[in-house]
């Protein structure tokens, strides 16, 4: 006779949430000196500005664990408006460098060390918004479903960054580096305004 397997409990349910959150801070932690390391030696904007999406992601990450814990009170909000400046901070930083970039027209170099990265990061990103999308609503917590879509998000940004850097590495379009930095200016603004707004 077939049984219902047991819905997980919600401690079960909140330390999978912890975990995930956890994995997405340690991926980033290590992303940041990966990218880092890939963007000062290709002169990529592009990698720079996903580098420092790292960062931002690294206190996002930070912030749901605070709630999780049931230890964040009032920093939420606070953290919440810090992410919000990080973001409107990156989306200026990655414009004028783009744009001067673009203007000057000093091409990036191709980088491999980008390209795996990006990519590997687009595949874990999706795997751990995945997680995050489940377990928030198992959980009924709208924290932790909404930074599932920020990593969603993530994953899409890396997916950009990667289709710059190949175009650039394969064809020479050395401006597609640029172009997909841009994509994080459109994103920063963005979820600056929602988490200003929060």
Avoid at 8 to 17: A, E, I, N, W
Avoid at 120 to 139: I, N, S
Avoid at 153 to 163: Q, R, T
Wanted: hydrophobic share 55%; net charge negative; with cysteine.
């Amino acid at each position: 006779m077939w049984q219902l397997k047991a819905a997980p409990s919600s401690d079960r349910l909140l330390q999978r949430g912890l975990w995930l959150e956890y994995a997405t801070l340690g991926w980033n932690v290590v992303g940041v000196g990966v990218l880092a390391v890939a963007a000062l030696a290709a002169h990529s904007v592009a990698l720079a500005g996903f580098g420092l999406d790292s960062l931002i992601e690294i206190l996002a990450s930070t912030v749901v664990v605070w709630q999780l814990t049931d230890t964040a009170g009032e920093r939420e909000r606070t953290a919440m408006r810090i992410i919000g400046g990080a973001f409107f901070a990156l989306a200026v930083y990655i414009a004028v460098q783009g744009a001067y970039v673009l203007v000057t027209g000093g091409p990036p170099a191709p980088s491999p060390l980008g390209i795996a990265w990006t990519a590997v990061t687009c595949v874990a990103m999706l795997a751990l918004a995945f997680g995050k999308a489940r377990t928030g609503a198992a959980l009924g917590n709208p924290v932790l479903t909404t930074e599932g879509r920020v990593t969603l998000v993530d994953a899409y940004l890396a997916g950009a960054v990667l289709f710059g850097l190949l175009l650039n590495a394969t064809v020479g379009w050395w401006w597609a580096d640029p172009l997909a930095g841009f994509v994080i200016v459109f994103y920063g603004i963005k979820e600056g305004w929602e988490a200003l707004h929060h």
